[in-house]
């Protein structure tokens, strides 16, 4: 089974509005780390956002937010105000046993989603 | 801001041939990994190193790879006899426990 389902294989959005990126999980384990990632064409793979089992609220990082339903397994990346810099393939990842801050255990990733910003 | 590097960038190799990919990790992590991500495929774990020793291995990372800090702030990945199917975007992370930072990768190419 998948650990980390990204249901969306692209994704379009007009220039200065929001944008959810959906992203699913499955782990037994209460304690993991949610993590999301841009990946340009250039390549590299920039950290966004993060966030813990345990934490008590959603994270935000400037334009970027977590929509974080940990009944449903979800954890949704928001994009708000998009920009055309915003264009990129958008991953999803699960480091389980890490809430605590006590795993320093390997990424798992979804398949990604390409995102698509139009002037 | 501190940050994964990696050289070289590019490198294109002949089947059968050995490789080292170079990755200086941030200077006060701990924990150092290797994945690669095959073209338009999710990215995937090969190895991780703590402590002078691997942590934890998938699968992929077979007998033919190989991983070292030679001196205290490279970390390297070898590859013995390279095979076309290891030609791949290859990344090295270091990380706390929320975060963990990718270099830019070295896209290996397998001819």
């Known amino acids: 089974a998948q650990k980390i389902t990204q249901t969306q294989p692209g994704m379009f959005v007009q220039e200065k509005e929001a944008v959810t990126l959906d992203c699913t999980y499955d782990?037994?384990?209460?304690?993991?780390?949610l993590f999301w990632y841009k990946q340009p064409s250039s390549g590299e793979m920039i950290f966004l956002i993060y966030?813990?089992?345990?934490?008590?609220q959603n994270a935000t990082e400037g334009r970027y937010s977590l929509n974080f339903q940990k009944a449903r397994k979800s954890a949704n990346l928001v994009i708000s105000a998009s920009q055309l810099g915003d264009s990129a393939m958008y991953f999803c990842?699960?480091?389980?046993?890490?809430?605590?801050?006590?795993?320093?255990?390997?990424?798992?990733f979804g398949q990604g989603t390409i995102l698509t910003v139009h002037p | 801001e501190p940050e994964v590097t990696q050289t070289p960038s590019h490198q294109v190799t002949q089947m059968g041939q050995e490789v080292i990919l170079r990755c200086v990790p941030i200077?006060?992590?701990?924990?150092f990994y290797w994945y690669r991500q095959i073209l338009g495929q999710k990215v995937e774990f090969l190895v991780s190193?703590?402590?002078?020793?691997?942590?934890?291995k998938s699968e992929i990372f077979d007998d033919q790879f190989s991983v070292e800090r030679p001196d205290g702030s490279n970390f390297t990945l070898k590859i013995r006899s390279t095979k076309l199917e290891d030609s791949a975007m290859y990344f090295c992370a270091s990380s706390l426990p929320r975060t963990a930072f990718f270099g830019q990768g070295t896209r290996l190419t397998v001819v």
């Open positions: 200077s006060n992590h701990l924990y």
């Open positions: 190193f703590y402590n002078n020793e691997i942590s934890e």
């Open positions: 966030q813990g089992s345990y934490d008590q």
């Open positions: 990842a699960m480091r389980e046993g890490n809430a605590g801050g006590t795993s320093y255990g390997k990424l798992t």
């Open positions: 782990t037994s384990d209460p304690s993991y780390g």
